[in-house]
């Protein structure tokens, strides 16, 4: 066994590195220092994605006849880790991890020429309209309907907590095509042009003040047929894979062992009188720090296995858990760290364009709109216990 | 020993109660946020005419000379209710400091107007630097001419800018440094007030004092301030916990009826076991909260280290048990909880709030530690 990289690794490293420091805009490092919501606005991300498109370094996860840059595990992991260090936005992953899969795995050649593409170049933004009012963990009893009228699907119904549905231009769904006595049975899976007659969009704000999802309502909304993925009453099977690929899969320690360091920073800083003098403090910064050492060391063993050609198994299914409790365990930490300051709410959206000189030190406000929306990392995706019921299940067969 | 409550006080409950369920909406708070001052003068009006604000006021100074125990009645339901009026800046922290510091003659002049709705006062105290420590204070007075000099950046002021008096701490130079009170103008020259909405409603300011000239009488009293801070703090500590016993148990009460009614995979929420254990943790660590809650605030008077103690350990368990509370609170409602589609999340950020205030658990349980001589 070796922790080591090997030299070329450690060339690649090197590249990763340079290729940051020379296109990543200074702006865009700040906003997303200063972004208290789950996502980042495509407006933060636009000058980035363009220079990773231009270095074909988007997807990597994708197969590189879709564009996708043909990393091993071991390189996907130094670009996140390196991509962590220098505080890069996450690239939106409605589109790269999410709908993309789904239609290089089921789509039609016509529907990977035209939306891959504009994936990777970030011409098409996304948003992902699974859960409705009625159906949040038991997502299979969504009711949305979609009825077939010649070369179009005619929609109507509702869905909620949509992830930047006021930013998206198309939106991935799964609608009821039939009705079959098993509810996971006739849902399909279509891509929605947002921008259709018979869309309507609510926001709604979130805990921390910010608004990042929404109600979208569908009245009469024509979508061509040819844009349903894979065949009618399937969709079920690629919403679950394509869930999969939300929950696992992913390398999460190093962002989080970034948002650790930068609240330890705080802690050792005159801006919190010094929180770290207090042994508390210093004991949970290493509590949660050995947390992300395990965590690590999970996703080693994952990529470790894949590089090997096995099967990562148990550990997988995990990592979801332990990831979302992890982060809120940070901002958590970071709300006691500032103490008083926490109580100073500045409600400014988006932060980074704040025009005034803050009551507080600038880069201490995200801190509390952060732990409030970071209450939502144990909720999406399927929620802790839902998890907990899958790996009781899958993992220990009960 | 007799923990029932006496007629008075069970009057005071059912009508704390009925005006919060009556009048206080989740409507009127809202509109309350909205105001210039974070709360409604119509509705402090209405708290100086139902005796609330006189109650903990000596009898002599135009007060119902109620004590601890009745204020946490009435924390209790302002909790229930998110209360944003500065119940806890004007009566219980600047009318208490008043009372412990002042000379007879500031009382005369201040407590019966505290009583009558007419003066809002605020307590300026906590430092940057100084963190949870109520006795670190770098804030200066010296003598000037025939009045003080203040010097010296506050922060965390609970409602300043509606006060017509800030109580501020400073040290006196010229006393061996001894922490004294005074009671400054929020327009006077050389006051800088940076004030701001706070996490859960209500209002807070940092305040700068440049060269603030006082009369030589805006000093409360000439004694030692610390212990006078310490003993009005753990009264501070008791309502506190009054009140998020009440935030607490309005959070249980919604989940519980929020569990009975949405259903996933055709059955209520509250059908699952892991859920229904939840909300029994749930409504122990209330239960726990009621408890500790009602010891601090019937040992409020004691000697300083047993009501410090009581204050101390209160502020510490009810802070661990509301994290607890309102976290499964959010979690149960599942996205409903983490927006502002429901007023979980407003609850939420209340105890949030009350977590932080004059520190949290794990400085009160070092201060018990302390106390209890380890
Ligand atoms: C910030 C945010 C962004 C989101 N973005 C999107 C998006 O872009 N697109 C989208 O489609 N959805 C999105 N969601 C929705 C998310 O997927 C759902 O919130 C999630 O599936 C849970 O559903 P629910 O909120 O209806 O909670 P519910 O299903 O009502 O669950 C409430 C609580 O009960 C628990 N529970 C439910 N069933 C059981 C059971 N059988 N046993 C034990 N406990 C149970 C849950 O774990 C949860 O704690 C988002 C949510 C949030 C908070």
Redesign the interface.
């Known amino acids: 066994m070796d922790l080591t990289f090997s030299a070329e690794e450690r060339a690649f490293e090197r590249d990763v590195r340079e290729f940051i420091a020379a296109h990543l805009p200074a702006e865009t490092k700040r906003a997303q220092s200063l972004t208290p919501s789950v996502f980042s606005d495509p407006e933060v991300i636009v000058a980035w994605q363009k220079a990773l498109n231009a270095k074909g370094w988007v997807a990597p996860g994708w197969p590189t006849q879709y564009g996708g840059p043909g990393w091993t595990p071991a390189q996907r992991w130094i670009f996140e880790t390196q991509c962590a260090l220098a505080g890069v936005p996450s690239i939106s992953p409605m589109g790269t991890k999410m709908v993309g899969p789904v239609i290089i795995g089921f789509g039609t050649d016509a529907q990977k020429n035209y939306y891959l593409p504009r994936i990777l170049a970030g011409d098409d933004v996304w948003c992902q309209g699974y859960?409705e009012p009625g159906?949040?963990?038991?997502l299979s009893?969504l009711k949305t309907r979609a009825v077939r009228d010649g070369d179009h699907y005619v929609v109507n119904g509702t869905k909620?907590?949509t992830t930047h549905a006021h930013h998206a231009n198309r939106m991935f769904a799964l609608v009821r095509t039939s009705e079959e006595p098993r509810q996971q049975e006739g849902i399909s899976f279509i891509l929605i042009d947002m921008k259709s007659p018979g869309v309507t969009i609510r926001p709604?704000?979130?805990?921390g003040g910010d608004h990042e999802?929404n109600q979208v309502f569908f009245d009469d909304v024509r979508v061509p047929v040819s844009d349903r993925v894979g065949e009618e009453g399937k969709g079920w099977t690629y919403g679950k894979y394509l869930l999969e690929f939300e929950r696992g899969g992913g390398i999460a320690s190093a962002r989080l062992r970034e948002a650790l360091k930068t609240v330890a920073a705080f802690a050792d800083s005159?801006?919190?009188?010094?929180?770290i003098d207090?042994p508390?403090v210093s004991l949970r910064l290493s509590e949660v720090e050995v947390d992300i050492d395990a965590l690590e060391m999970a996703e080693l063993r994952v990529l470790s296995a894949m590089q090997t050609g096995q099967n990562p198994g148990a550990v997988s299914s995990m990592l979801k858990l332990r990831v979302s409790e992890i982060h809120q365990a940070i901002t958590r930490l970071g709300?006691?760290v500032i103490?008083?300051?926490?109580?100073?709410?500045?409600?400014m959206r988006p932060l980074y364009t704040l025009n005034h000189e803050p009551?507080?030190p600038e880069a201490l406000l995200p801190v509390?709109p952060k732990?409030?929306?970071g209450?939502?990392y144990?909720?999406?995706g399927g929620?802790?216990?839902i998890q907990?019921d899958i790996i009781g299940k899958l993992v220990l067969g009960i | 020993m007799d923990l029932t409550p006496s007629d008075e006080q069970r009057l005071l409950r059912d009508s704390a109660e009925r005006f919060i369920a009556e009048t206080y909406t989740t409507k009127l708070r809202e509109k309350n946020a909205a105001e210039p001052l974070g709360f409604s003068a119509a509705i402090w009006k209405q708290f100086a005419d139902l005796g609330w604000l006189a109650l903990p006021i000596a009898e002599d100074y135009g007060g119902l000379g109620g004590g601890a125990v009745d204020v946490g009645i009435l924390m209790e339901s302002f909790g229930k209710g998110l209360v944003s009026e500065p119940y806890l800046a004007t009566v219980v922290l600047g009318a208490g400091l008043v009372a412990e510091a002042g000379s007879d003659a500031q009382k005369q002049e201040l407590l019966p107007k505290v009583a009558d709705g007419s003066m809002l006062l605020a307590f300026a105290h906590?430092e940057?630097?100084?963190?949870?420590d109520l006795a670190r204070v770098e804030t200066t007075a010296t003598r000037s001419g025939d009045g003080w000099r203040l010097d010296g950046a506050k922060?965390?002021v609970l409602d300043g800018r509606a006060a017509h008096r800030i109580i501020v701490s400073a040290r006196v130079k010229d006393e061996d440094n001894k922490l004294a009170l005074f009671l400054v103008a929020p327009d006077a020259e050389g006051v800088t007030l940076?004030d701001?909405?706070?996490?859960g409603g209500g209002q807070?300011c940092?305040l700068t004092l440049a060269d603030v000239k006082t009369s030589i009488d805006a000093r409360l009293g000439s004694a030692d301030a610390l212990p006078m801070i310490e003993a009005v703090t753990d009264r501070a500590l008791a309502a506190l916990s009054a009140e998020a016993v009440g935030i607490m148990q309005t959070l249980l009460d919604k989940t519980l009826d929020y569990t009975k009614i949405r259903k996933?995979?055709?059955r209520p929420l509250s059908s699952?076991q892991?859920?229904r254990h939840r909300l029994v943790d749930m409504s122990v660590a209330c239960d726990e909260a009621r408890s500790i809650a009602l010891r601090a605030a019937m040992m409020a008077d004691d000697g300083s280290v047993a009501r410090g103690r009581a204050a101390s350990g209160a502020k510490a368990k009810i802070g661990k048990g509301a994290r607890f509370v309102a976290?499964q609170a959010?979690?149960c409602h599942?996205?409903m909880?983490?927006?502002?589609?429901l007023d979980i999340?407003a609850y939420?950020?209340r105890l949030?709030?009350f977590e932080?205030?004059f520190?949290?658990s794990?400085?009160h349980y070092?201060r018990h530690a302390m106390l209890s001589g380890r």
């Open positions: 859960s159906s949040g963990s038991d009893s909620i907590w709604i704000l979130t805990i999802v005159d801006m919190t009188g010094h929180a207090d508390d709300v006691d103490g008083n300051d926490g109580l100073v709410v500045e409600p009551v507080i509390v732990h409030l929306n209450r939502a144990t909720i999406f929620a802790s216990e907990r | 906590a940057r630097a100084a963190r949870s922060i965390a940076r701001y909405p706070r996490l807070g940092n996933q995979f055709g699952n892991v859920i976290e959010v979690q599942g996205a909880g983490v927006t502002e589609e999340g939420f950020k949030l709030a932080t205030l520190g949290g794990s400085h070092r």
